[in-house]
């Protein structure tokens, strides 16, 4: 379930386990920009966010981050490295 004013950019993909849900402000990103040329996106794998989870209000989520199952991630928390 995803609540309002969310931005998702899936360029590398993201994929989300059953019965997962998003609070509001929810952003995922998926793509790095290249820093030497800045409309080049660097490739690497997808976002994974496992089932039964809870992703709270203004959650920031950052490229190749794994979420295991049943995880909570409090509001305002920016997601840079996986768990």
């Known amino acids: 379930m ?3 004013n969310c931005y998702i950019q ?3 993909g993201i ?7 998003f ?3 929810l952003k995922m990103i998926s793509a790095d920009h290249d820093i030497k040329i800045i409309n080049k996106h660097i ?8 089932k039964d ?13 794994i979420i295991g199952d049943n995880t909570i ?3 305002g928390t920016v997601v840079t490295k996986s768990f």
């Open 2 to 4: 995803l609540s309002g």
């Open 10 to 12: 899936a360029i590398n």
């Open 15 to 21: 994929e989300i386990g059953d019965r997962t849900i």
């Open 23 to 25: 609070a509001p402000g």
């Open 43 to 50: 490739n690497t794998s997808p976002i994974k966010i496992g």
């Open 53 to 65: 989870c809870w992703i709270g209000a203004n959650v920031i989520i950052l490229p190749e981050v």
């Open 73 to 75: 991630i409090g509001a």
